[in-house]
């Protein structure tokens, strides 16, 4: 039995997408039950089985990426595990697929649905640029781009050095709003939705939809933070055949 979600935004018909939870799987303990990370140390015969339950569900190619939280986006293809953080596609059947486990998940398609794409995106990947290249790979005009923020770790979990702070506000700096000192002296909690909106915003991408689940505190997602030895979940979109 699962209890994925779908995500609620204006995606045009024909463009699909769906994020996975912990249920539906065969995984044990700790990545109980429907781990996808085929990295995090679980039986690789229990991720097979998972994928294969959720290609099933869906009928779909998922277009696997070995992400390393860079800003590489490659056209989606299913054959071949990319290293990569986000992908596109235009052809029907193939998912764009970002596994996580409290980085961001963030889904794209153009007005025409004739395109979509998928990024993962850690405060690393966020800084460096890798949703704006995701945005890029549509090949559209940034108002003709529409964004779904999937479940990632909340703002009241994602405690940061200031370091971090000082990595988005060197490039732009009104991300400073989504900054607020921490009880723990020289810390700041992060708003990882809010760093989102506000990069995409400064490209001309306003059609912004999603976030506010927290990851932390959410059973149903895996959360590295939570748990350090823990599965991944995946967010996909695809166009329909």
């Not at 990569?84 to 052809?91: E, R, V």
């Not at 909340?154 to 050095?161: D, K, L, R």
Request: glycine letters at 8%.
């Amino acid at each position: 039995m699962n209890d994925w979600l779908i995500p609620d935004w204006p995606a045009p018909s024909g463009v699909n997408a769906c994020v996975t939870t912990r249920a539906g799987g065969v995984s044990l303990a700790p990545f109980d039950s429907l781990n996808l990370g085929d990295h995090v140390e679980d039986s690789l015969e229990a991720v097979l089985e998972n994928r294969r339950r959720l290609t099933d569900a869906f009928t779909v190619r998922p277009a696997w990426l070995r992400q390393v939280h860079g800003i590489t986006v490659v056209e989606a293809d299913p054959s071949r595990i990319a290293e990569a953080d986000a992908s596109w596609t235009s052809t029907p059947g193939v998912a764009c697929t970002s596994m996580t486990a409290d980085c961001l998940p963030a889904l794209f398609c153009n007005r025409a649905g004739t395109r979509v794409a998928a990024a993962h995106a850690g405060w690393r990947g966020l800084a460096a640029g890798v949703l704006e290249a995701a945005v890029d790979s549509l090949n559209v005009e940034p108002d003709d781009v529409l964004v779904w923020l999937g479940p990632a770790i909340g703002p009241q979990a994602f405690e940061v050095g200031p370091e971090v702070r000082e990595a988005f506000m060197q490039q732009l700096p009104i991300t400073a709003e989504a900054f607020v000192p921490s009880c723990n002296p020289g810390k700041y909690m992060a708003d990882i939705y809010q760093l989102a909106r506000l990069r995409l915003a400064a490209r001309g991408v306003t059609a912004v939809y999603g976030g506010g689940l927290c990851t932390v505190t959410d059973p149903r997602f895996f959360s590295y933070r939570r748990s350090p030895r823990t599965g991944r979940f995946a967010s996909l979109i695809w166009l329909e055949r």
